[in-house]
């Protein structure tokens, strides 16, 4: 199983960016697609965007625009850049390792702490 750390959050204005890491160990990143979820203040984890091992991204349509996801398999990492920040997108960041039933994304059991993100107005 893949074990993964995000980090790169911070306290950012709004309309600044950040760019968030998720760093895997194992051998096996290469082969897992890997997603970006968020929690934010008074709502469940949503999913926001994921890619496929071999690169092919996908996101929810309310973060189109202004998120990209990628990956270095090479450094065993996945990334999520967040341009135009807004206060809504205050949260916790997380990453993990999914597999796709269909359109279905169903992310590992296990989940790492997250990184904190907050947009300042």
Not at 42 to 55: P, T
Not at 97 to 112: H, K, M, N, R, Y
């Amino acid at each position: 199983q893949v074990q993964l750390v995000e980090s790169g959050g911070g306290l950012v204005q709004e309309g600044g960016s950040l760019r968030l890491s998720c760093a895997a160990s194992g051998s096996a990143f290469s082969l897992n697609a890997v997603a970006w979820y968020r929690q934010t203040p008074g709502k469940q984890r949503e999913l926001v965007a994921h890619i496929s091992g071999g690169g092919r991204p996908h996101y929810v349509d309310s973060v189109k625009g202004r998120f990209t996801i990628s990956r270095d398999n090479s450094k065993n990492t996945a990334y999520l850049q967040i341009d135009s920040l807004k206060p809504e997108d205050t949260g916790v960041y997380y990453c993990n390792t999914i597999s796709l039933a269909g359109t279905v994304v169903v992310p590992q059991e296990d989940w790492g702490r997250g990184t904190q993100v907050t947009v300042s107005s």
